[in-house]
């Protein structure tokens, strides 16, 4: 069990451009959830995955945002025209039932949009 | 909707000095709360749980109590280290239908410790 990880860890990116960030969660974890951050703030709900079933999305998940699961296994966030606002870092969680859906959160990507 | 209020921070103690960092919540059901913490450079890691009223969670010396009266779910630790620098957050999830399974967290803003040997 290597833990849920993050791809990029960083990303600096000029407004307008698209971004994309993956997460690979836990192994058999069935669930996914994408959380945003701001500085001094909590993390904020996105979205969530169950299997490759998108099942909830937050209304801060605006169309410019999307992300998927394909399969089931990695997921990826894509945004797309980047606004400075969307500078925060993106923290990406998987849980099980077996373990009542208690999450495991990886590392994180920052983006800075400049 | 679901929210949760903890303390401004951030918080300076000297090492061994008592921590208490408060946490209040508003749902419409009966939700589980949680402490997470995230050291520097880590990322969040759950801390303790509770997933009902008067329930005590504890984990590494903190503890905390789910205070349905009150809405509250505090966190202590009676002798704080220099290792426990971090930031602190609280948060509730609405129990899925038919048990204790959990959905989506909501947070507090976080609360900054710091630890001076």
């Known amino acids: 069990d290597t833990g849920v990880s993050q791809n990029p860890r960083h990303k600096i990116t000029k407004r307008g451009q698209n971004v994309t960030f993956r997460c690979d969660p836990i192994?058999?974890?069935?669930?996914l959830y994408w959380y945003r951050q701001t500085l001094g703030q909590g993390p904020e709900f996105l979205t969530y995955?169950?299997?490759?079933?998108?099942?909830?999305k937050s209304r801060l998940l605006s169309d410019r945002f999307s992300a998927e699961r394909p399969k089931g296994s990695f997921s990826t966030l894509e945004i797309q025209r980047t606004e400075q606002g969307d500078s925060a870092m993106y923290l990406c969680?998987?849980?099980?039932?077996?373990?009542?859906?208690?999450?495991?959160f990886g590392p994180g990507t920052r983006l800075t949009v400049l | 909707g679901d929210s949760v209020t903890q303390m401004e921070g951030p918080v300076t103690l000297s090492e061994e000095a008592f921590l208490t960092i408060n946490c209040t919540y508003t749902?419409?059901?009966?939700?589980?709360l949680f402490w997470y913490v995230q050291y520097p450079g880590e990322g969040l890691q759950l801390l303790l749980k509770?997933?009902?009223?008067?329930d005590k969670g504890s984990n590494k010396g903190f503890e905390a109590t789910y205070r349905k009266e009150t809405t509250s779910f505090h966190l202590e630790k009676g002798s704080v280290q220099v290792s426990d620098s971090a930031v602190y957050f609280c948060?509730?999830?609405?129990?899925?239908?038919?048990?204790?399974?959990?959905?989506?967290?909501?947070f507090g803003q976080g609360t900054i410790l710091t630890v001076h040997p």
């Open positions: 969680a998987s849980s099980s039932r077996r373990s009542d859906n208690e999450q495991f």
């Open positions: 995955f169950q299997n490759e079933a998108q099942l909830e």
């Open positions: 192994s058999e974890h069935n669930r």
């Open positions: 509770a997933t009902k009223a008067d």
């Open positions: 948060a509730l999830s609405d129990p899925e239908a038919g048990g204790t399974s959990y959905g989506k967290l909501t």
């Open positions: 749902a419409t059901g009966y939700p589980s």
